[in-house]
């Protein structure tokens, strides 16, 4: 999939509303596939939900939201898992971890899907973002900022031509920060996929190709 | 699996499912052994050597004087066959012809005239491999009616010190000379006792037999129908006795409640199998219930599965394989206790009946089957119903 394409798409809730004034919502813009996107808001003004419907988790909006020409609201379950298996990864703002699962666990019930990586690949990215001690910890017994690092490690083990942060670094410090950028910059110039990243303020030290403002 | 696995796992209740599997096992057990019970008993109850009744009527027109004529016309007999309560109709076809026979017994010889008549192989009641007619080979099988040697061992046998009893073995093994129609036209043959009759109160020879030698032996006549059998489901449907009655059709043999036994047996086993089928349903609701209740606390972790890529119909194999394990085991285990049931009443039902039981279990194996088809089925199609709209959730 090398573009998506929103057309006029607004949430319901916010249909009603004429004075919108967004780079998003009621606008025709595509996000190609290769390039980086910052797209920054303020709380409440649906960034999740720009996430959730692109990731086919809900449809309350309205207008058009294309993959490559293709409207996805005709999208089976089948096919919606096929597009989160293989061409489009996402880092959930709720992370959305499995807390009886270690840390280890939890990526690998992801891996499993694709086997995309070798283990010592995986175990390189728990010790450069500092938690190679937490590998079998479960994810409940771990802070916010470590369980933000186990999920963007989830969100990168399995092909992916998109690859959509919401909120990644709400929770870490600079360092911790310009480590996962690092990873992740790395990973997504190796598969060439876009990167589309949302923010409430503070954001990564990225050369954006476009940011847009929600 | 291992992993997903180990998520899921959580929340199944040992109790909820124990609950189920034992409510089910009982509700399998009933079901199943009122179906081997009904299979056990049935053929001593119905069917071709029922020990009580049967469901087959013969009937015929009463003689009223001199010369009447007793026989069924063409219409009488379509009538008959378009009666709701006729399965199936045949007819007596009698020899058009003189028969005279002749055996011998202990030395003794008794010659009589006699007569024989046939009726459509599927009406009788004896299985014999001899039951064949070869024209070549000028030889005959014959069934003769139970009673008829009855007849003669506590009749004649009584009364002659000469004569002495034959069993039915014994009466096989001898040889009738017969000698069919008179004059120029007579032939020789040989006959055979092969079987015994409860049903039919007539000495019978193959139908191809009476059709060949009334071509061959008969004045010119068509051989006229005075007797018909009826297969009939209940022949003490008082439809069927006004039907005989009004028509003055005389039904011979059997009083008419011979039905009765089979149709208790049929209404006995009915009911264990509607008491079975009900713990069965009240079981089915306990498992849909603890399925609902187990996918319901794990809907969370069921959902973000999804959302990670896993596909709906992964997500519910293990609740799928717990399913199948379930009745699987259910399945098994009721077979296996029914089948020890068995052996204690099987040998006591033998002894009642004076043989053997015919049959075994597979009747009762193939509803087991069906049945836990059945179940997995509703089963898998609870849980893909629940993870489908799970699915389908933010």
């Known amino acids: 999939m090398s573009t998506i394409r929103l057309n006029n798409v607004i949430p319901e809730i916010f249909a009603h509303n004429t004075d919108v004034n967004s780079d998003v919502w009621r606008k025709e813009i595509s996000l190609e596939q290769g390039k980086k996107y910052l797209i920054e808001a303020a709380s409440g003004t649906g960034k999740s939900s720009l996430c959730s419907y692109i990731y086919g988790l809900r449809s309350d909006y309205q207008g058009q939201i294309l993959f490559d020409g293709q409207d996805v609201s005709k999208f089976s379950i089948n096919k919606w898992c096929d597009i989160r298996q293989s061409t489009i990864s996402i880092l959930f703002q709720d992370l959305r971890l499995f807390g009886e699962l270690t840390a280890m666990e939890n990526v690998q019930i992801k891996h499993r899907l694709h086997k995309l990586h070798n283990n010592k690949v995986i175990k390189g990215w728990f010790d450069q973002l500092g938690i190679a001690d937490k590998m079998d910890t479960r994810i409940d017994h771990m802070s916010y900022g470590q369980q933000q690092r186990v999920a963007l490690i989830r969100s990168l083990c399995q092909p992916f031509e998109f690859l959509i942060l919401d909120e990644p670094i709400s929770h870490l410090d600079d360092y911790n920060s310009d480590v996962m950028r690092d990873i992740l910059l790395c990973e997504v110039e190796r598969q060439g996929a876009g990167l589309i990243i949302t923010s409430i303020g503070k954001h990564m030290n990225i050369e954006y190709d476009k940011i847009l403002s929600l | ?394």
Do not use: C
């Open chain 2, 1 to 394: 699996m291992r992993l997903i696995w180990k998520l899921l796992r959580k929340h199944i209740s040992i109790f909820e499912l124990s609950v189920f599997f034992v409510a089910n096992l009982i509700g399998m057990v009933v079901i199943l052994g009122g179906i081997q019970i009904y299979s056990d008993l049935k053929p001593l109850v119905a069917g071709d050597n029922a020990l009580v009744g049967n469901d087959y009527v013969v009937i015929s027109k009463p003689v009223k004087r001199l010369n009447s004529k007793t026989v069924f016309s063409a219409e009488e007999i379509e009538e008959l066959k378009s009666q709701p309560f006729t399965l199936r109709l045949g007819e007596f076809t009698p020899a058009m012809y003189k028969v005279y026979g002749g055996i011998d017994i202990a030395g003794q010889r008794f010659s009589t005239y006699m007569f024989f008549e046939a009726i459509p192989n599927d009406f009788i009641d004896v299985k014999s491999k001899e039951w064949k007619f070869d024209k070549s080979k000028h030889r005959v099988p014959i069934i003769i009616p139970r009673n008829y040697l009855n007849l003669y061992n506590f009749g004649f046998s009584q009364t002659s010190d000469q004569l002495p009893q034959i069993t039915e073995s014994m009466m096989k093994d001898l040889e009738l000379d017969l000698t069919l129609g008179g004059g120029d036209k007579s032939i020789k043959f040989k006959g055979r006792v092969v079987g015994f009759t409860d049903r039919l109160n007539t000495i019978l020879v193959p139908q191809k037999f009476i059709d060949w030698s009334n071509k061959r032996l008969a004045k010119d006549e068509t051989a006229e129908i005075s007797r018909l059998i009826l297969e009939v489901e209940n022949p003490s449907d008082p439809k069927l006795l006004d039907y005989f009655h009004d028509h003055g059709y005389v039904p011979e043999g059997k009083p008419a409640e011979s039905n009765k036994a089979l149709f208790l047996l049929k209404v006995g086993s009915g009911v264990i199998v509607g008491v079975g089928l009900i713990f069965s349903i009240l079981s089915l609701i306990i498992l849909t219930l603890s399925i609902y209740l187990l996918l319901q606390k794990n809907i969370d972790k069921l959902r973000t599965l999804i959302q990670i890529g896993y596909r709906p119909t992964v997500v519910a194999t293990p609740y799928n394989i717990i399913a199948v394990i379930l009745n699987a085991s259910i399945m098994v285990i009721s077979i296996w206790i029914l089948s020890h049931v068995r052996v204690l009443y099987i040998d006591y039902l033998a002894e009642a009946a004076g043989r053997e039981i015919e049959g075994g279990m597979t009747l009762t194996i193939a509803a087991g089957v069906a049945l836990m088809i059945a179940m997995i089925m509703f089963n898998i199609y609870i849980i893909r119903r629940k993870v489908t709209q799970i699915s389908r959730m933010k």
